[in-house]
């Protein structure tokens, strides 16, 4: 692509703009729990809609929504797909050095909770699609950009929209979350586990009457502990990882425990089976049940998302890390991320290559004092704004 063609195009991109969104997006507390994500989303659809696109509010509960909207091409290649989320984690209880809600812009830096994840990706995907739809260049296929409730917890905004049957076929599936621009195209897996040791109560003085569930549970942990995972190194994403990593068991100093409950983060790459993996620990948990007298527990699946991986020789990613060197001066290489993304939801379902790259840092996710680098927010639009060209005229 030569990029001095749409210099023109491009200029439209206003500094100011792109900040005043992301200033507008961050100051909507759309924290999860518990989401209230509908105000915010009305905000994001009134701006598409009076840019011209098809805007259509995807409610999910009365005060939870996501916002699907179309900037229609003729429909002679497949369409793109831009999304980002909405809701953002809780502030925390540390101190801020400006306000975690107020979006202040100081040293070049937009100072706010989810101005990095992912806030700022969203308002660079909006001020690229409003300079689109100015410039009302004939597309063959339709942009289509879906701003997702509930990300950051049961993925509920991309669950719905991705098993709509007007969103395939797309291109691609293109994530604005904070990357720093980089371009990522893998990510790992979720299979996050609940396990429950059961025993019986007694009173503390006279354990013997007892069934301690939560020494059943140190039993369990150390031999889990030890517990060796099929897997195969993948070349983005390297290795399965397993953290055990909440604990809560007993009621009283002096009352022997009758439950222990763990929780278990487990990250997974391609060519693993959440299945084996779960008959695995159920099997420990039975031949532990043969082995030690009285020892009972359960086992529950609490999250479960496959890993995605797309070819870095796919056309169109190749194509993306084209417009990335052109903007940002150095072209990317293949690389994936150990978490997980509204990605595992649609690139899975639209069966369309994964693409992550936003303008926040990844490091600043959840964190106190977060923040995006106002000259990342435009770069980010004039990616968008190039890649929607490349692909779609």
Same mark, same amino acid.
């Given at each position: 692509?030569?990029?001095?063609?749409?210099?023109?195009?491009?200029?439209?991109?206003?500094?100011?703009?792109?900040?005043?969104?992301?200033?507008?997006?961050?100051?909507?507390?759309?924290?999860?729990?518990?989401?209230?994500?509908?105000?915010?989303?009305?905000?994001?659809?009134?701006?598409?809609?009076?840019?011209?696109?098809?805007?259509?509010?995807?409610?999910?509960?009365?005060?939870?929504?996501?916002?699907?909207?179309?900037?229609?091409?003729?429909?002679?290649?497949?369409?793109?797909?831009?999304?980002?989320?909405?809701?953002? %984690?809780?502030?925390?209880?540390?101190?801020?050095?400006? =306000?975690?809600?107020?979006?202040?812009?100081?040293?070049?830096?937009?100072?706010?909770?989810?101005?990095?994840?992912?806030?700022?990706?969203? /308002?660079?995907?909006?001020?690229?699609?409003?300079?689109?739809?100015?410039?009302? !260049?004939?597309?063959?296929?339709?942009?289509?950009?879906?701003?997702?409730?509930?990300?950051?917890?049961?993925?509920? &905004?991309?669950?719905?929209?991705?098993?709509?049957?007007?969103?395939?076929?797309?291109?691609?599936?293109?994530?604005?979350?904070?990357?720093?621009?980089?371009?990522?195209?893998?990510?790992? &897996?979720?299979?996050?586990?609940?396990?429950?040791?059961? &025993?019986?109560?007694?009173?503390?003085?006279?354990?013997?009457?007892?069934?301690?569930?939560?020494?059943?549970?140190?039993?369990?942990?150390?031999?889990? =502990?030890?517990?060796?995972? @099929?897997?195969?190194?993948?070349?983005?994403?390297?290795?399965?990882?397993?953290?055990?990593?909440?604990?809560?068991?007993?009621?009283?100093?002096?009352?022997?425990?009758?439950?222990?409950?763990?929780?278990?983060?487990?990250?997974?790459?391609?060519?693993? =089976?959440?299945?084996?993996? !779960?008959?695995?620990?159920?099997?420990?948990?039975?031949?532990? &049940?043969?082995?030690?007298?009285?020892?009972?527990?359960?086992?529950?699946?609490?999250?479960?998302?496959? @890993?995605? /991986?797309?070819?870095?020789?796919?056309?169109?990613?190749?194509?993306?890390?084209?417009?990335?060197?052109?903007?940002?001066?150095?072209?990317? %290489? @293949?690389?994936?991320?150990?978490?997980?993304?509204?990605?595992?939801?649609?690139?899975?379902?639209?069966?369309?290559?994964?693409?992550?790259?936003?303008?926040?840092?990844?490091? !600043?996710?959840?964190?106190?004092?977060?923040?995006?680098? %106002? /000259?990342?927010?435009?770069?980010?639009?004039?990616?968008?704004?190039?890649?929607?060209?490349?692909?779609?005229?």
């Amino acid at each position: 692509m030569a990029r001095e063609k749409y210099e023109d195009l491009l200029s439209q991109i206003q500094e100011a703009e792109v900040v005043s969104l992301c200033r507008d997006l961050v100051r909507f507390k759309s924290v999860n729990p518990p989401g209230n994500e509908l105000e915010i989303a009305e905000y994001v659809a009134g701006i598409l809609r009076e840019a011209g696109l098809i805007v259509e509010m995807v409610p999910h509960t009365p005060t939870r929504a996501s916002v699907l909207a179309r900037l229609k091409g003729s429909g002679e290649v497949p369409a793109l797909l831009y999304t980002g989320h909405l809701d953002v %984690v809780p502030v925390g209880a540390e101190e801020w050095l400006y =306000d975690p809600f107020g979006g202040e812009v100081v040293e070049g830096k937009l100072w706010g909770r989810g101005s990095s994840d992912m806030k700022g990706g969203d /308002a660079a995907m909006i001020a690229a699609t409003k300079v689109l739809a100015a410039a009302n !260049l004939p597309l063959k296929g339709d942009l289509i950009l879906a701003f997702t409730a509930g990300e950051e917890g049961e993925q509920l &905004g991309a669950a719905e929209i991705a098993a709509r049957p007007d969103v395939a076929p797309v291109q691609a599936v293109v994530v604005a979350e904070p990357s720093h621009n980089d371009v990522y195209i893998a990510e790992k &897996g979720a299979f996050w586990l609940q396990i429950t040791t059961h &025993g019986k109560t007694a009173h503390g003085s006279m354990p013997h009457l007892g069934r301690n569930a939560i020494m059943m549970m140190v039993a369990l942990l150390s031999e889990l =502990d030890s517990q060796a995972v @099929p897997y195969e190194e993948h070349p983005l994403l390297g290795g399965f990882t397993r953290s055990i990593n909440t604990i809560a068991g007993g009621v009283k100093t002096n009352v022997v425990p009758d439950q222990c409950t763990v929780t278990i983060d487990q990250r997974t790459v391609p060519g693993q =089976d959440h299945q084996a993996i !779960l008959r695995q620990v159920e099997e420990l948990i039975a031949d532990l &049940g043969r082995r030690l007298p009285d020892f009972r527990a359960s086992v529950e699946v609490i999250n479960d998302r496959i @890993p995605v /991986a797309s070819s870095p020789e796919e056309p169109v990613i190749q194509r993306f890390y084209d417009v990335v060197a052109e903007v940002v001066g150095e072209r990317p %290489v @293949p690389k994936g991320v150990n978490y997980y993304t509204d990605g595992v939801v649609f690139a899975p379902a639209l069966k369309a290559p994964l693409i992550i790259c936003g303008p926040g840092d990844a490091k !600043l996710a959840h964190q106190p004092n977060e923040y995006v680098e %106002v /000259a990342k927010l435009v770069e980010a639009a004039k990616i968008f704004t190039l890649v929607a060209i490349q692909l779609l005229t």
